[in-house]
């Protein structure tokens, strides 16, 4: 039987169709090195180096507070901002008259404006509990769960436990049954070391603090003293003004003395290293006689 022959047998098909493929290849190839694709932004072809030696958006610096939480006692750590705003609250609180109960649900209460009797309530517990952990309130499924993980009522008892331990670690009670007192805070540059006296001279009272800082840095005393003493830099204030400044230099020991009232008195510490944050650490001095 005759037929129209055809131009190729079937098996060829493939065979022409990857040369065409490879053709089309290279055609493209040409087009694209002798006109190179633009981004949306250029106008006109540009050559970008291979490495930036600086990087055009600086990285945010640690809050430099941040490191103290590693010293707290918790089982599951709060996030970083959470924490930054607790220390902030509770730094405001140092010097109030409020007692703790009160003082702990005012440091929390603005994490969870809609639940203000049952933070009342946890802050109950937690001041009457003897407790290593949040799961001595509440048991936890999984003790290594992020604290998003939390349910709402074991979040706050987290918060409440944590602004209990930071209101302990930011008072230093001093006493002449207890004349001296030392006190530690992790910094992201290394411990903030804190030593408090109290002497007796006399009919007057003299209290005492020198620092050892991870960098340079400066200590104010914060007090209605009845006569300042002189300090370990020319940054002393006149007597009588009620405050007394000390900077450090490249020791970053600073120390400051000031004569005291006979009295129970809270005194605020002011510890200022730029280097390690803008903002300043404040701690309260209880004096209990």
Known sequence: MGGQPLTFQLGEIPTVQERFQAVLKRRLQVEIQNHPPLFPWESQLIDYPEFVEEPSIALVPAWGWLAQQSKLNLPVSLPDKIFQQLMEKCQLLLTSSLPLGPKLVQAVESLFPEDYQLINDLAGLVLRTSYRSVDALETIPNIQSDYSDLQPRQQMALSLIAAKQLLENLTLPISFTNPVIEKQWQTNAGTLSIRVELQALGQKTKLCVHGELPTSGVLKL???STQVIGSTSAGGNAPGTGEVVAESANLA????????????????????????????LFLAINLMM
Not at 259 to 279: D, H, S
Request: glycine share 4%; proline share 10%.
């Open 222 to 224: 914060h007090g209605n």
């Open 253 to 280: 020991n600073p120390s400051v003395e000031l004569f005291c009232e006979r009295a129970n008195k809270t005194y605020t510490l002011e510890v200022e290293c730029p280097e390690i944050e803008e903002q300043p």
